[in-house]
């Protein structure tokens, strides 16, 4: 079966679910971001600080939508 691309056209609804549980209703949405990041710290020691290994703390996702909303 062919891959394809679906686009909407016009105004929709868009439904946001966590598990089971429905969270939020929208209607056509004009930009979804998903931006994430997370600080990695380095462990070093010994002779040449040598690199033993990194690891990683302070994570954060945030979640940006614009609802549009026209009015004729």
Request: one cysteine or more.
């Amino acid at each position: 079966m062919a891959s394809a691309n679906i686009f909407t056209a016009g105004p929709a609804r868009a439904l946001f679910f966590y598990g089971q549980d429905l969270i939020g209703v929208g209607t056509t949405l004009s930009d979804t971001t998903f931006d994430s990041s997370i600080t990695a710290e380095e462990v070093r020691g010994g002779p040449g600080n040598l690199l033993y290994g990194q690891y990683f703390h302070d994570s954060s996702l945030t979640v940006s939508i614009t609802d549009v909303t026209c009015i004729a």
